[in-house]
């Protein structure tokens, strides 16, 4: 039998990294997660996920965001090849009139998913991403 694949959620909603835990678990995936976004850094660079999942906005005192850690997965040596895709209901908390999307600069990211995030689009870009 094969190992599991793993998945990190570096989020600081506790709902939805309980629900997103719960949904990747029912389908066979292996899944830690992080409330904190140095925190999900430290994590990924301990458990060595094959997928990490990263929201935007993280609340408490100020810290990185979601774009700035992106681009720091992206450059730490280790993590680079894991593929990250980002979670974020930033368009609507903010108004952005326009579509985010993944950017090799700015935003080093496979994909870019809008919460509420539904289960079969998430699933499906995971798949994607793991072959």
């Known amino acids: ?14 709902q939805l990294v309980d ?7 029912s389908v066979g995936y292996d899944v830690s997660y992080a409330y904190l976004a140095r925190k999900g850094v430290e994590l990924a660079r301990q458990w ?8 935007v906005m993280f609340a408490g005192p100020p810290g990185p965001d979601g774009f700035q850690i992106a681009r720091e997965l992206h450059e ?11 979670l974020s209901g930033v368009r609507t908390v903010l108004e952005i009139p326009y579509e985010l ?13 809008e919460k509420p995030i539904k289960p079969d689009k998430l699933l499906g870009e995971i798949k994607k ?3």
Not at 1 to 14: G, N, Q, T
Not at 79 to 85: D, S
Not at 101 to 113: G, N, Q, R
């Open 1 to 14: 039998m094969s190992a599991k694949r793993k998945i990190l959620v570096i989020d600081d909603d506790v």
């Open 19 to 25: 629900s997103v835990k719960t949904l990747l678990e």
């Open 48 to 55: 060595e996920p094959d997928v990490i999942l990263l929201d």
């Open 76 to 86: 730490d040596p280790q993590l680079k090849g894991v593929p990250v895709i980002m």
């Open 101 to 113: 999307s993944p950017d090799p600069e700015w935003l080093p990211v496979k994909a870019f998913l």
């Open 129 to 131: 991403l793991l072959g």
